[in-house]
Every structure is written in structure tokens, then in C-alpha cells.
């Protein structure tokens, strides 16, 4: 199986770690000081679950004229056009334009077009949730996770994944609630799950979606 390899070193980094970022690419994160001997030992060690794997990852995201992503749990079809001048991302019901002519700049406009839609919608709606229940959340961000959607800290700093955006407005909000219950429990003991619970009943629903879709969601 062949597969990408995308190695970054940092001065800072004392360990070697690897990260599947979709069924075609492998990050290999080292430390400046450690040989590309030792990076090769490593992944010929590790071949055998690299290839299982990768062969478990969705298919990279397209972005040609004509693809389609997720947004708001239904499927939009991206379109190019040749704008006359600087030219915006539209969406106009289920379309996304996108002012590109290749797939690099695809991947690029659509990525910062739904991180905006995301930093908007996400946080107003976590407003909106968190005084339903009654919570107060200190600050609301929206960052970019390669695996998680989203985390509430002691503080009741409570940051999400903009790929959210692409979810299910009913899963979007599991999600919310699931972070909002991290203010009173800041673990996933049978108390969190029945505050959840409380407030999302078929919240086992909503992680079965997680499960099935947010590989292919975290690989855009």
C-alpha cells in the first residue's frame, strides 16, 4: 500500500509521534535530533498497522468542479465560476461557488468558508444552549482539532471544532450540551452521562453518527 509521508520536525518536540490524516497520507512529527534511520526503522516496525490503518480511513475530500461536502448533515455540491474581480464564496442552497480555477485553491476557499460560517454559528448557538440550561461559559472559541469535537476546561472555556458545521444541526447541538455538562463534571462519570441525558435523550444516537461520519468530517 503507498501511501504520503508528511515529516515535521520541531526543536521542541521530544517524542516521535505518527497520525493518519486520511486513507492516503501519514504524518511522522520527530524531534530535530532524531535520524531519518531511526524514522524508517520506525515506520517499517509499524507497517503493518499503518496499512490496516489506512485502509480503515475514507477516501481524501475532492474539491473539482462538481464534488460534494457536508454541511449541516446534507450533501452541497461545489462549483467553480470565474469571477470578475476578487469574487466571494456564495452558497445559494444546496451549491457552494467557490471563485477557484483548481483544487488547491478549492480546498482553501471552502475551508475558510465554513471555519467563518463555524466561528458564527457554532458560538451564538452554544450562547443560545447555555442559557437554556442555565450555564455561563466564560469564553466560546472555535479552533481546528484533528481529533476531538470539542472540550471544556476548569475555567469554563469551552472550544469546538469547526467541522461541526458539517454535522447535523441535532448532533451540532449533542455536541454543545455534551461540553455544557463539562462545566458541573469534568469527567464522563454516570453523572455527566444523566445531566446529558437530561438534556439530549437520544444523545447515543448522535455519538453513533460521530462514529460513523467524523472520520470522513476530520479528514476535510
Same mark, same amino acid.
Given at each position: ?7 515535521? $520536525?520541531?526543536?521542541?518536540? *521530544?517524542?516521535?509521534?505518527? %497520525? ?8 511522522? &512529527?520527530? #524531534? ?82 465554513? $471555519?467563518?460560517?463555524?466561528? *458564527?454559528?457554532?458560538?451564538? %448557538? ?8 442555565? &450555564?455561563? #461559559? ?83
Amino acid at each position: 500500500m503507498q501511501y504520503d509521508l508528511v515529516i515535521k $520536525r520541531s526543536s521542541r518536540r *521530544k517524542t516521535v509521534a505518527l %497520525r493518519i490524516i486520511n486513507s492516503r497520507t501519514v504524518e511522522l &512529527r520527530a #524531534p530535530q535530533w532524531v535520524s531519518d534511520d531511526y524514522l524508517s526503522a520506525l515506520l517499517k516496525k509499524r507497517e503493518a498497522w499503518l496499512h490496516r490503518m489506512l485502509a480503515s480511513c475514507p477516501e481524501p475530500m475532492a474539491y473539482h468542479d462538481g464534488a460534494t461536502v457536508m454541511m449541516y448533515g446534507d450533501a452541497h455540491t461545489l462549483r467553480w465560476y470565474r469571477p470578475q474581480g476578487r469574487g466571494d464564496v456564495c452558497l445559494v442552497e444546496n451549491i457552494i461557488y467557490l471563485p477557484v480555477s483548481n483544487e488547491q485553491a478549492a480546498a482553501k476557499a471552502l475551508a475558510k468558508f465554513l $471555519r467563518e460560517r463555524a466561528v *458564527k454559528e457554532l458560538t451564538a %448557538r452554544c450562547q443560545t444552549l447555555a442559557a437554556q440550561v442555565g &450555564r455561563k #461559559p466564560s469564553q466560546i472559541n472555535v479552533r481546528s482539532f484533528t481529533a476531538r469535537w470539542g472540550s471544556c476546561d476548569s475555567k469554563g472555556v469551552i472550544k469546538f471544532n469547526w467541522r461541526l458545521i458539517m454535522a447535523p444541526p441535532e448532533v451540532r447541538d449533542y455536541v454543545i450540551f455534551h461540553e455544557l455538562a463539562h462545566m458541573v463534571e469534568m469527567n464522563h462519570s454516570a453523572h455527566f452521562w444523566r445531566e446529558v441525558a437530561s438534556w439530549v435523550p437520544n444523545y447515543k444516537a448522535h455519538c453513533a453518527w460521530l462514529k460513523q461520519h467524523g472520520p470522513l468530517l476530520l479528514a476535510v
